[in-house]
């Protein structure tokens, strides 16, 4: 099974890419982040204005930016948890998200007007790069992710569920005013009109194995970011690793290239590492870059832990 996902992974390299993970290897470290090569940079140019990205690569960068110098059609899939554009509600604690660490940063505050934008015009770089009929997952609460689907509806994307990650170990609502929220959402879009949307990858068997023999459902009862998965530092809305792999598991095959564009602690990445997909991550932020590039590093020197179930 590992040889023939080696092989397939062996096909398609470019060169500079780094090599994905193989099990049979003790210990391949996780190149460094790099800057995000400007237009004018030669990365294994495909078009004279769109590059090709490496895979297994951390990009340092803003997620518009750097995708707008990417060639068409070239990951599998898009697994990624935009801003939620909630952090001017910030005065306390966080009810969103998995610990007491709050988003009050800069990232994550847009007007309205600027959010839809913001969110209209990276939506619209990920069905670029992404291929036909590929996965999109995107995260959001009830602050952000009406906006998104609204837009997916203008560009006739095909949304094919919308999961519900429930939290039995969310926060208290400290104010007591009102419910306490548990929930995030996470739309899966395929990447073609409604009339067109037609073979998307989703692995029933897989899923219904993780669900004891049983249909999956789209209501997924995961805990909140374990402290253990926190070890290289902090980031205020890291998603856990048994949310993120079960994503990856449904959505991609073995191979597949899996782009996040706003990666932050490399969630999404860790999970693709794991589950032997190939990753691409950007983030703007360095000081999540390197947690990103520690876990992402830490995982492949400690070789890999059980995978799921769990
Ligand atoms: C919701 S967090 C993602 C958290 C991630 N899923 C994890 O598990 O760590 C969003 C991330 O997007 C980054 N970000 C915000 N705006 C960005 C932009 N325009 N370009 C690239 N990254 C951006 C933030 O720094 C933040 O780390």
Redesign the pocket.
């Known amino acids: 099974m590992v040889a023939m996902a080696k092989e397939r992974v062996a096909r398609d390299f470019q060169p500079g890419e780094v090599e994905p993970f193989d099990l049979q290897t003790p210990y391949e470290p996780v190149a460094e982040p790099v800057r995000a090569p400007r237009p004018s940079q030669s990365l294994a140019p495909r078009t004279a204005t769109h590059l090709t990205p490496l895979s297994n690569q951390l990009y340092e960068g803003?997620?518009?930016g750097t995708l707008q110098q990417w060639e068409d059609k070239t990951f599998h899939a898009c697994i990624t948890?935009?801003?939620?554009n909630i952090a001017r509600d910030r005065k306390g604690l966080s009810w969103a998200f998995s610990s007491h660490v709050t988003i009050d940063s800069e990232?994550d505050r847009y007007s309205p007007e600027e959010y839809e934008q913001f969110t209209a015009s990276w939506l619209k770089e990920v069905c670029r790069t992404v291929k036909e009929n590929g996965n999109i997952f995107i995260f959001g609460s009830y602050h952000n992710i009406y906006t998104i689907g609204a837009i997916a509806a203008r560009l006739d994307l095909r949304v094919i569920n919308s999961i519900i990650w429930a939290k039995p170990n969310a926060q208290p609502n400290i104010t007591c005013r009102m419910l306490t929220e548990s929930t995030e959402q996470v739309l899966w879009i395929c990447n073609n009109s409604n009339k067109k949307a037609k073979n998307w990858t989703f692995n029933y068997d897989d899923m219904k194995a993780l669900n004891g023999g049983k249909q999956m459902r789209n209501f997924w009862d995961i805990p909140v970011t374990p402290a253990r998965e926190r070890v290289h530092g902090k980031?205020p809305?890291?998603?856990p690793l048994r949310l993120m792999e079960r994503l990856v598991l449904c959505g991609t095959n073995r191979g597949d290239r899996v782009m996040d564009?706003?990666?932050?602690?490399?969630?999404?990445l860790l999970a693709c590492d794991r589950l032997d997909r190939r990753w691409v991550g950007?983030?703007?932020?360095a000081e999540?870059l390197g947690i990103a590039h520690k876990r992402l590093d830490d995982e492949r020197r400690q070789r890999r832990l059980p995978l799921l179930p769990r």
């Open positions: 803003d997620a518009l948890d935009p801003p939620y990232w980031h809305s890291q998603k564009c706003f990666a932050g602690s490399g969630s999404t950007v983030e703007r932020d999540y």
